[in-house]
Nanobody, 122 residues
Framework: QVQLVESGGGLVQAGGSLRVSCTAS????????MSWYRQAPGKQRELVAG???????NYADSMKGRFTISRENGKNTIYLQMNSLKPEDTAVYFC????????????????WGQGTQVTVSS
């Protein structure tokens, strides 16, 4: 099993910056991809950014140029640096990992964290 714990959320003014982190732990054999998603009130969960074990990244169009995803492979940790924040960025930010774990089926499965609240005030 894999556990994901997010941290770093909080309240920030529009135009400001915030960095959230996510650490994966448990009986991990391999992690293929780790990602950030977000869900705002009344909206569906959407992909923010993802990063593979090889370092390849992808971003939603609305986040390009403002958000940066990075990783610390040795610690199974990813970060999301958020700059030029807008009120519409207010959401619960969730961490996800595609991982193979001891005790599983030796295939990649999707694991989710419980989320961290990011609130951007105007």
């Amino acid at each position: 099993q894999v556990q994901l714990v997010e941290s770093g959320g909080g309240l920030v003014q529009a135009g400001g910056s915030l960095r959230v982190s996510c650490t994966a732990s448990g009986s991990i054999i391999s992690i293929r991809t780790m990602s950030w998603y977000r869900q705002a009130p009344g909206k569906q969960r959407e992909l923010v950014a993802g990063i593979t074990s090889s370092g390849s990244t992808n971003y939603a169009d609305s986040m390009k140029g403002r958000f940066t995803i990075s990783r610390e492979n040795g610690k199974n940790t990813i970060y999301l640096q958020m700059n030029s924040l807008k009120p519409e960025d207010t959401a619960v930010y969730f961490c996800a990992a595609d991982a193979v774990a001891i005790g599983g089926n030796y295939e990649y499965a999707r694991y989710w964290g419980q989320g961290t609240q990011v609130t951007v005030s105007s």
